[in-house]
Structure formats: structure tokens, C-alpha cells
């Protein structure tokens, strides 16, 4: 099998992204032909898919549709067997790119926070600024404070994650990405692992967010909120992207069969 | 002479330990301060060279294995010996104390990077995943992210690793660092009479007992907060 | 480095020790036959005594436990050995090593055994005792098998530590693997015989330290 050496031919952007309006200039992050394999296993076959600026696009799929493994191929968490991906159009796969200095520009909150138990929520957040932007002690808790201000945490600043509920602790995690200034934000599955009662707070920092012009690009379940908050759904099954559109078509009219069957399995859910 | 004034004749003897304290303190020193350095020196050592394997570069990986694999099969008083009376034989000659203190710290070393290496493996992938993601690097992550939970994790068995290994310094008796069993030795052989054997086991007690219950505590803490 | 080889690796000096050191290699296996189940038996009283629900077992049995885990082993065996005379009590050396390191082992088999009973949650006490099993069945049948099972690697990393103890006994003229080797080594001004010694505890015990860092990897995964 060839690794990230064979690159398909640079396709057209617009051929893929449905509802980006055009002579926009290049989107913020564009995936184009991805494939990934576990053993034999193929995860992703051929996956193209661009983001545009201050656009949220929600990715819908059942586990296993492989979407969070795009997601994570989005800042070579998992890397990619094949295609390429631009980052503000510049590319991000292949040896030569530093990677360090890409993922910082690339935001991601994960399903299980992952934040640092052993640093409270301001140097969750600092630790990033101070160690890859350098900036000074000062500085960085200046923008860890306002980070955290965004999140609605300004007073849980000195509160280590264990003293934190499953939501906070997510909106640390949000506020530590949004901190670094990204150009775009993973969300993987971000309210999967909480109570449904704290679902809601997350869900309101990630609306603010977007009204802020974030550029976003989330793998959740939340239908009711994608339907709401998205401008784009992207339908992924069995390594594909099988449909894709604004929330309301694909969700009133979706055209493909496996996206009817899981919408009809969600369509009373939360 | 009744049984217990026996006892107390041959084990407690006034007279014959107010002679030898003094002698048996200096062991002391010389006991705590090689326990100090052997320890610094192990923790330190065994924490960088876990750090090093988490590289993963085979050749390398491979001699720290082998290094710790070695010093955790090997009795340490067999490499005493060796390096104490083998080492002169072709020019490098060691006071008895440095040869304790190297190899009882290479010891410490050994055990303690397999510790620190098992703290590094079973810190969660999604703590590396979260700071590469925010532009941090491989050694930023080991160092401020992976490194601090680790060592957390590892404190109680590198406690009583650290215990056990700085006992050992009573093995110096045997190459003549003059150390507390060495200095008792020499007391009971000159003086006829147990009473300063009692007192160095009384000086080791009254050294390590507090670190056995702080390890014990430690260990009861940890437990709590796993489950 | 040809003084090292000649010093350390000779190899002449090694085949007219090995001898010697077979010998010493016998009294070390004797050593750890007689000290592992007693240093296990001795261990498993020192664990049920320290988790006993009466608290006038309890705390003599871990007081006993942390004061023989704070005196060096090698401080213990010469004060039976070299002090206990004093007193008349004239010990000889293999029971010496044996009394010795019975004290040192079973408390720490102890600490180990100690840490799989309290492995073990109370249901399966509380199970096993409401099928009529009376304590000691649900012991022996019950809970030791799994807080042995639980324990193992710890169990077996103590081992390999005593196996290494029984040097010590070299200190007081048991002739065991070490003794031999410096009794060959004092006779040929050489340190050969050590390395072959060395060699043969690489032999012994090398493959068992492995398999524990197999093992302990494959639970942190």
C-alpha cells in the first residue's frame, strides 16, 4: 500500500463543497481524496471536503462511517494513507511541513476533554502560549483569563479539571484551542461523553462561537443543534461522503438511503 | 544474674554503648548521605533514561533495556565486589564509598527507569493527542504534559524501590565503607559484647521507619483515588 | 582492554572456578528452597494478621511488618548471627541466613499478599460465606486465589529479590554462588570468578525480569 507519497491529482474545490459561494478564494481547510486504512481495514476511501470561512459544517454519520477518523487526518492525529489537505490553502500533508506550527493554527476539542490533571484550568491554557507562542507569563494569563471569559469560566481560572463538572471541563478544553487563535476548529463528538443536563452549556459556547465567525468543523449526534446552528451537513457512510447540503434539505429531503435510515433512527431523538 | 539482666548485660550494656555512640553516629552521617546522593542520583538517572526510550529509537531503546535488565538481575553485592576488586587490577581505583555509591545508584537507576517507563506507557494517548493538537512538541509534551502525571504516578513504587536500594549502603560494610553496620561491627569485635549491633539496628529504625510508613501512606492515597 | 579481558573475562581462570562455583550455585538453590516458603508462609500470616478485623492483631502484626522492612537485611542476619552468640544462642550459618531472612521476607511477601487481599471486595466474602462455606473455605478456595492471581507479577519481582538476597550469605561463610566466587577470585587475584558468578545469576534470573517487564507493559497498555 502507498503512503502519503501519491497524491491524486489537485481537483477543483467548488466540485465538492455544496453551498460555498464561489470566487470566495480558497476555503479555510479543503480535504481533498483521503483515504486511510487500518490493516485491512479501509476507514476512509476517498474523502473530499473544504470548509469554508466562519462556516460550521457538521458531519452526521453512524460509528464506524469513519468521520471521526477524518476529523483526526484533518491535523495528522491519524495520518492519512493518501490526499492531501490545505490548510488556508496551504498544504499540510507531506514530510517537509512543520507540524507543530500547523496543528497550533488547527484548534481540536476532543470526546474525552483530555485536559491536564495536574494543571489547573489557567495553565491548561497557558501552558501552549507560553511554550509554543513564547509569550510571557503576563500575557498568556491575559489571554487565558479572556479564554476563559468566552467560555462563561472566568471564575473557575484556578480550579484544577478534577474540581470541574464534564461540561466545564469541555469548556476549558474549547477555551485552551480557541486560546491559540486557530483558523479552525475540530470538534470531536464534544458532548459524548457528558450528562445530558451539561450537553446545552457546550452547545451554547460552540453557537457563540460560530456568531464570532469561528470557521468550525464538527463530528457530533447533536441533530437538533446541526439543524439549527449549522450551515452545512455533511452525511458520511462506510468511508464516503454520501450527501451533503444546508440542514434543513438534508434533513427534510435527503436524498440518500443510508441517510434516511439513520435520520429515521434520530428523528424523535434530543 | 537473672535471665532479663543477661539480656540486657549482653544487648543494652550501658557502659559499652556511651563508649561506641559517638563511633556508630558518624555512621550515621555517612549512612544518610550516601543515601541522599544514591538516591538523587538513581531517580535522576532512571527518570532521563526513561525519558530517552520514550524517543523510541530501537539501538538506543535497546541499550537501556538491556542496562536495566542487567542491574535488576544482578545482586548487588556481586557488582560491589567486582567493580571493588576488579576495578584496581587495571587502573581505576575507587574509594569504597564511590563504588557503593555507583553502584547502588546505578541500581536505583535501573529499577527506576523501568518504573518512570511503565508511568510514561500508561499515561492516557488522548494527554499526547491534546498537546500536539495545540502545537506543542514531542519533548514539550513529555516534558510539561506526560512527564508531571507520570512521575505523580510513580511515586509510591519508586518509594519503596528508593528504600530498599538505600538499605543496601549496609553493603558497604562489607568493601569497608564506614558506615553505620560497619561502624557497629567494628565496635562489638573490639568491646566483647552485642550492645552496638542493637544500636545500629536501632540508628536503621529510627532512619528508614519514617520513610516505610510515608510509603504506606502514599500507597493507601494512591489507592483511594483509583477507586 | 586487554588488562580488562585478562581481569575480568579470563577465561582459564573461569573453567578452574567453575567448579566451585557449581557448588556455590547448589547451596544458593538450597538457600532459596528453604527461604521462598518460608519467606510465602510467613508473608501470608503477616497479611491476614495486618488486614484482621481486631485491631489488637492488626497493628502489631503491620508494626512488626515496618520495622523489619526498615532494618537492612543484611544488619539482621549478622545481628543473628554475630549477636545472638553473646546471648549463648550459637546459630549456624544456613540457619542463621534462614532466621534472618525470614524476618526480612515475610514481611515484605506480606506487603505484597497484604495488597491482593484488600484486591479483593467484600461481596466475595459475603458471597461465598452465604453458600455456608465457613472462613477458612472461603480463604483458601475463595479469596486467596484471586488475590493471588492479582498479585502475581509483585509475588514474583519479591522472588527474584530474594533469589539476590541469598548473596548475602556470603558475608557469613555460607558457601553459596557468591561466597565461592570470592573465595576463587581472593585465591587467583582475579575478578573472573565474579564475572562468571555474575553471569550465572544473568542466567538465572534475567529471563524472569523480562517476562515482568512483559508483563507489566501489557497491563499499562
Known sequence: MSKTTTRPAVRKPEAENGGAAPGAGRPTLEVIGLRKSFGTLEVLKNVSLAVEKSEMVFVLGRSGSGKSTMLRCCNRLEEPDAGEILLEGQPITGSGVNLDKVRRRIGMVFQGFNLYPHLDARRNITLALRKVLKQSRDEADTRAAAALTRVGLADKAGNYPSQLSGGQQQRVAIARAIALEPAVMLFDEPTSALDPELVGDVLGVMRELKEDGMTMLVVSHEMAFAREAADRVVFMADGHIVEQGPPEDLFTNPQHESTRAFLSRYSYGP | ?227 | MDQLIQQFFNIDIMVQALPTILRGLGMTLLICAVVIPLGLAGGLMAALASTARSRWLRWPAVALVDLFRAIPPLVLLIFVYAGLPFAGIRLSPFVAVAIAFLLNNSSYYGEVFRAGLISIGKGQWEAARSTGLTQRQTLTHVILPQATRNVLPDLISNTVEVVKLTSLASVVSLGELLHAADLARSVTYNASPLTLAAGVYLVLLWPVVRLLSRYQRRIAV
Open chain 2, 1 to 227: 544474674m537473672s535471665n532479663l539482666d543477661r539480656f540486657i548485660e549482653t544487648f543494652l550494656n550501658g557502659a559499652v554503648l556511651a563508649k561506641y555512640t559517638p563511633a556508630i553516629l558518624q555512621g550515621v552521617w555517612v549512612t544518610i548521605e550516601l543515601s541522599i546522593l544514591i538516591v538523587i542520583a538513581g531517580t535522576l538517572l532512571g527518570t532521563s533514561l526513561a525519558c530517552i526510550r520514550a524517543y523510541r529509537l530501537r539501538p538506543v531503546s535497546f541499550l537501556i533495556v538491556i542496562y536495566a535488565d542487567i542491574f535488576r538481575a544482578l545482586p548487588p553485592l556481586v557488582l560491589i565486589l567486582l567493580a571493588y576488586f576488579g576495578l584496581p587490577n587495571v587502573g581505576v581505583t575507587l574509594s569504597s564509598s564511590t563504588v557503593l555509591f555507583v553502584i547502588l545508584g546505578l541500581t536505583l537507576g535501573a529499577f527506576a527507569e523501568e518504573i518512570v517507563w511503565a508511568g510514561i506507557t500508561s499515561t492516557d494517548k488522548g494527554q499526547w493527542e491534546a498537546a500536539r493538537s495545540t502545537g506543542l512538541g514531542f519533548t514539550q509534551t513529555l516534558i510539561f504534559v506526560v512527564l508531571p502525571q507520570a512521575v505523580r504516578m510513580v511515586i509510591p513504587p519508586l518509594t519503596n524501590r528508593a528504600i530498599a536500594i538505600t538499605k543496601m549502603t549496609a553493603l558497604g560494610t562489607v568493601i569497608g565503607v564506614p558506615d553505620i553496620l560497619n561502624q557497629a561491627t567494628t565496635a562489638q569485635s573490639f568491646s566483647g559484647n552485642a550492645s552496638p549491633l542493637t544500636l545500629a539496628a536501632v540508628a536503621y529504625v529510627v532512619l528508614f521507619l519514617p520513610f516505610v510508613i510515608l510509603s504506606r501512606w502514599l500507597e493507601s492515597r494512591f489507592a483511594w483515588k483509583k477507586g
